[in-house]
Every structure is written in C-alpha cells, then in structure tokens.
Nanobody, 121 residues
C-alpha cells in the first residue's frame, strides 16, 4: 500500500540539468526522512541526498553536494532532486526512499522502483 514513484529521469548531456520527483502515498509523509540513492551498473547502491521531516536539514554525498539540491513539499507528498552540472559518472538508476535516518540505506523502510539517469559525454 505504500508507494513511492519516481519521475523525471532521462538522457542529458554533460553539464546539463534534470529534476527528479518522487510522489509518495500510503504513508505519513511528514514523519520520514526522504532520501535519494543511486546505483550504477556493477556498483553498490550509494547515498546521494536526504532531507529531514521538517525540511530544515539536508544531507549530501560529497560527490554531489555543490551540484544537487534536495527539497520536499509535504503538502504534495513529494520530494525533489534538482541535479545541475551533471557528469557522466552520475549515470545510474536513482531511487527515492523513506526512512528514519538520513544517510544509510539500511535505515530506509520504503523504496521506489527507480528512474534511469544517463549523462552522455
């Protein structure tokens, strides 16, 4: 009954931008940290960004902290990931998740199906 649905992925050129959206249903959206993770072929899933239930606290992986911005709109049950200055190494499947702590995937209880982001060089 809990659903997280990502959208906004696609193919972009290096240096371009994308905004990912995650629409949540079936949970008390404002009670969870919302996070984004990604997984590239042959690599482990890694943390990208997270935002607290209040929206006041944000967390970023070092590799994206100056380029990506996470935000949430609790009234819309939606979390966003604005990705700027994209690099080929950002290519991955991006997953939206809801959990109890911000930066470890083991602390997230619910996951979306993922959306593909491909950055060409």
């Amino acid at each position: 009954q809990v659903q997280l649905v990502e959208s906004g992925g696609g193919l972009v050129q290096a240096g371009g931008s994308l905004r990912l959206s995650c629409a949540a249903s079936g949970l008390t959206f404002g009670s969870y940290y919302m996070g984004w993770f990604r997984q590239a072929p042959g690599k482990e899933r890694e943390f990208v960004a997270a935002v607290s239930w209040s929206g006041y606290s944000t967390y970023y992986a070092d590799s994206v902290k100056d380029r990506f911005t996470i935000s949430r709109a609790n009234a819309k049950n939606t979390v966003y990931l604005q990705m700027n200055s994209l690099k080929p190494e950002d290519t991955a499947v991006y997953y939206c998740a809801a959990g109890n702590r911000p930066t470890r995937d083991s602390d997230y209880d619910y996951w979306g199906q993922g959306t593909q982001v491909t950055v060409s060089s």
